[in-house]
T-cell receptor
Framework: GAVVSQHPSRVICKSGTSVKIECRSLDFQATTMFWYRQFPKQSLMLMATSNEGSKATYEQGVEKDKFLINHASLTLSTLTVTSAHPEDSSFYIC????????????????FGDGTRLSIL | KNQVEQSPQSLIILEGKNCTLQCNYTVSPFSNLRWYKQDTGRGPVSLTI?????NTKSNGRYTATLDADTKQSSLHITASQLSDSASYIC????????????FGTGTRLQVTL
């Protein structure tokens, strides 16, 4: 159980293109979804947290207008990288958690398999 | 500042051998600690999760320990297999209203013949 599907797994596109990444929880309702960015040989860096039906909370230094997050349902969140540039190339990973009572939760985050984004 | 430090950064062992990975953290207040396995190009997969009151938790050949007093955790892998080659990430959740996760930089384990 607790499967999170992330799509696409790899994207290669030209500079200036906007790219949408989908994150779906397949067998549970994800009250909270998280978006991470990971550079080679580094650990995950949280970009933003999204709760279903609410605006995402972005971490310091992450541009809201650059990385648009939508969490319209309990099973789907999307990350759109707008006007992507080569420096946006990275491995983007989403995770989902069922935490109906807020942040006091020992429920694990279930991760997708990531999206490798390459901007030429 | 909340930090999670892991050692060693990388490790190479022969198939069938045991190994222990270390995790030290400064996250306070503390809620729980998780160990994840991340294969190259894949998302992390949870191995164990431990709260303050738990000292040891096993998941097959993986055994995690937690000493909340010294803020240290370890992940012991028994009878390693080639498929154990991956990065192992220690993640600590803080307590309180801003209970974010703090990620370690991971230990890259390579199991060879």
């Amino acid at each position: 159980g607790a499967v999170v599907s992330q799509h696409p797994s790899r994207v290669i596109c030209k500079s200036g293109t906007s790219v949408k990444i989908e994150c779906r929880s397949l067998d549970f309702q994800a009250t909270t979804m998280f978006w991470y960015r990971q550079f080679p040989k580094q650990s995950l860096m949280l970009m933003a947290t999204s709760n279903e039906g609410s605006k995402a909370t972005y971490e310091q230094g992450v541009e809201k207008d650059k990385f648009l997050i939508n969490h319209a349902s309990l099973t789907l969140s999307t990350l759109t990288v707008t006007s992507a540039h080569p420096e946006d190339s990275s491995f983007y990973i989403c995770s989902a958690s069922y935490a109906p009572y807020g942040t006091y939760s020992n429920q694990p985050q279930h991760f997708g398999d990531g999206t490798r984004l390459s901007i030429l | 500042k909340n930090q999670v430090e892991q050692s060693p950064q990388s490790l190479i062992i022969l198939e069938g051998k045991n190994c222990t990975l270390q995790c030290n953290y400064t996250v306070s207040p503390f809620s729980n600690l998780r160990w994840y396995k991340q294969d190259t190009g894949r998302g992390p997969v949870s191995l164990t999760i431990m709260t303050f009151s738990e000292n040891t938790k096993s998941n097959g050949r993986y055994t995690a320990t937690l000493d909340a007093d010294t803020k240290q955790s370890s992940l012991h892998i028994t009878a390693s297999q080639l498929s154990d080659s991956a990065s192992y990430i220690c993640v600590v959740r803080g307590g309180g209203t801003a209970s974010k996760l703090t990620f370690g930089t991971g230990t890259r384990l390579q199991v060879t013949l």
